[in-house]
């Protein structure tokens, strides 16, 4: 699967407080969530996520809560791959089961900008950052996540169980 | 057969197997399933996604938990339609441990207090703060709403087996220094992330020590250096305990320890005697100074004295000695949340609840509240709040410009009367 699209980079420890404040958990509607996302810190930046499909961020990324809302907000907004010099375990888990791609790389913030052109390919494990001319590669999912993306998604996975 | 630690030996115990070893992915027996008012709606919609052509049927309904906690009584139209779905979904598929209006409490104060929790149980909750539970002994650790679902349907769910990270408390403790104080030290000195995906084992003369509130109160914070969670060996303390909220003698369990050579991520040593009372300076739990250090005056406008964290008895007990015959500075508002009904009402029958309220404070339901910036008590623009709460992010208690300081309760009944941060002497 090939992921292709343009940066918005932030820093490390973005916690589930900033992508989707408490205030807006009082719905479950992926699209008044998606509203919402990553308010507090589009605000500090003056920048809109219109236009990004993919984050680029420090270590510790969706740290906090275990709010799943953080990542379908993140998804409804039009992202499909975070990559992260770490994420918080939590939201890690979050964001497989809802089938948004997570890629953990060290040094994603020295090797990606703002506005970068990258193409995502998670099957090889490949990050080409065509703005740059870069390649990097990094660690494919263990088979056991994979089996689940694959399926797209846990709720999937586990219905192709229960039929067995 | 290698040696296990607490942790590996209560999974194993889960899956059938006698061994696991670290890093394995396992699909283990949950004992208890917990949801609170935030995250159960997400988990019915993904519930029934697992059915789309069969009957939906939960694996148990006498090991789901749900509690009406977070934005309750309901705060506003939204949260009401969302608590109205839920309250249905318990009733249709007839949770036994549904609470829910005058039953409700904090969910991590409640299920300990209703004699829900157990020593080697596998206790999953769409909750970060599920890994208090690890204080009597329990593996318990937060997931998402899907991951809950999943729990809810199959009565299993998928981990990857942590490596532990050991922690050993010696020294004397000093005066006013409890569980809050030792856990913020802790989180200082490993970071936020640095027990990300691994277990923290708390160990050592000062936990033997430490009365089960003050346990409590570290294991809640264990995801605060992102631990899957925080364990330690249930002993005298934590059965006497047990016996005391169910009123039954409790089954001692021997084989659940670490084993004397199991093999640990990493050791780390901490002499208490060095640890002074804490505050968690804004915007990270790590962020944490010795009070007594701050080198000029913090004006307050707000204490918040409750939460999963410090919204025990005991938390109430120590704000309220330092409270007693005095006022809260006239620039401060100073909220109190006992954690459950049991506690409240053990505070009213005591004259805790009196002595706050002599002092000026405001007594409120046992709610998650302010702690996370649902209601009761929101920081507007520039306004700063001392918390025996968990987490002081950007917005975490209100307005994205104003500020949540982290301490133990005694610290934050003397900054409501000072009106500014201090400890007493």
Redesign the interface.
Known sequence: MNIKGKIFKLSD?V?T??II???Y????DPKVLALHCLE?LL??LGKKLEGYNIIVAG??FG???????A??AIKYAGVNCIIAE?F???FF??AI??GLAVVELPNAKKNFDFDDIVEVDLAKGVVKNLTKKQEIKFLPF?E?LQKIILSG???NF??EN?KE | MSAQTITQKIIAAHCGKKYVYEGE?VFAKVDLALSND??T??TI??FY??F?NTTPKVFDKNKIVIVLD??TPN??I??AQ?NKITREFAKKFKITHFYDGGCAGIEHALLPEEGLIKPGDIVI????H?CTYGALGTFST??????L??VW??GKI?LKVPQTIKIIYYGKRNKNVFGKDLILATIKKIG??GA??KTIELTGEVIKNLSIASRFTMTNMAIEC?A?NGIIEPDEITYNYLKQVTGKKPKILNWLKSDKDAKYYQEIEIDCSKIYPQVALPY?PENSVNVKDLDKKIYIDQVVIGSCTNGWYEDLYLAAKVLKGKKVNPNVRCLIFPATPKIYLAAVKTGLIETFLNAGCIVNPPTCGPC???HLGILAEGERAVATTN?N????MGH?KSEVYLTNPVVAAYSAIKGYIASPE
Not at chain 2, 125 to 128: C, H, M, P, T
Request: charged content about 20%; aromatic content about 6%.
């Open positions: 420890n916690d407080d900033v404040p408490a205030k958990l009082n719905t479950s507090p605000e500090q270590k510790n740290c906090g809560s275990s709010r799943e809302h990542p379908v770490s918080a375990r939590i888990r979050n089961n809802i263990p056991f998604g846990l709720i586990v219905k229960i | 992915y935030v995250t709606p997400i919609q993904q996604k697992i789309d977070h934005f705060k506003d939204p949260s969302q909750g769409a909750d970060s599920t937060g997931v998402g709403s899907t991951d679902s999943v349907a199959l998928w936020v992330e990300n995906y992102g899957k990270l996370l910036g649902g987490r992010f950007v917005g975490r994205t």
